[in-house]
């Protein structure tokens, strides 16, 4: 497995941690709104040796409070994964591992094992197949991303749902009908796209949400989870001289 990208640090991936984040490549989906396209292939971006990334984590101990794995989607890398993860604990430095949540056997594995005190999931849309498919531009197993919800709300682990928000696929609507699926998380983040950097050409003309909007999304998770917080707001921009699409 090979590591297609680092952060040194950042206060933006892991609330209240500065973090290094570390980027694994490949994925198992083509979000539309995705903007990490440079990942989706192996050799789209030259590697970069995992004793050098270590090597960085050992110096900023004491500085830096922990580590992101994310992509891409981790979980496709397997036993190599928790490899990696083996070698970041020996640093010192806890662990958030984010996910798409299609692999919930790997989910569970990395919160049972203790190689993830934090969990963050991204869930695309409402719980249905047809919904997923427009945004994933997969077909994904709902009883998977069912499996891994419920692994991460029955963990005990530090979690979080992010859900990115985009005109015409996710929108109010979408974000009400994911509720009742994300009862009892710790944290719902609500986010809205960039479309500058859409994997779908369609959407990089799309207008994000404006504020108002994103509000109206927060408070229809408000008691869903014990904190809802918005983030992306600033992309969003403040008139619109044409209604927005999906594409």
Request: charged share 25%; with cysteine; glycine share 8%.
């Amino acid at each position: 497995m090979e590591i297609k990208g680092f952060i040194e640090n950042s206060l933006l991936e892991w609330e209240g941690r500065l973090a290094c984040i570390v980027f694994l490549p490949l994925c198992n989906l083509r979000c539309r709104y995705c903007h990490a396209a440079h990942l989706l292939e192996p050799n789209a971006l030259e590697s970069i040796p995992r004793e050098q990334v270590l090597d960085c984590m050992r110096r900023h101990e004491g500085w830096l409070d922990g580590a992101v794995v994310t992509g891409g989607e981790p979980t496709l890398h397997g036993d190599e994964l928790f490899e990696l993860i083996t070698d970041i604990h020996a640093t010192g430095l806890d662990v958030m591992l984010e996910t798409n949540g299609t692999r919930p056997d790997m989910v569970r594995r990395a919160i049972a094992e203790g190689f993830a005190q934090v969990v963050a999931m991204d869930v695309k849309a409402p719980l249905e197949a047809d919904a997923y498919r427009s945004v994933t531009g997969r077909d994904v197993c709902m009883d998977d991303v069912r499996s891994s919800i419920s692994a991460v709300l029955a963990s005990g682990l530090p979690h979080e749902f992010r859900i990115t928000v985009v005109p015409g696929l996710v929108g109010l609507d979408e974000v009400r009908r994911m509720a009742s699926d994300l009862e009892g998380a710790d944290v719902i983040a609500v986010q809205n796209f960039q479309p500058n950097l859409c994997l779908d050409p369609a959407l990089r003309s799309v207008t994000p949400h404006l504020p108002e909007e994103m509000d109206a999304m927060k408070d229809a998770l408000e008691g869903v989870a014990k904190r809802v917080v918005i983030r992306g707001r600033e992309r969003a921009i403040i008139s619109r001289s044409t209604p927005a699409s999906g594409g």
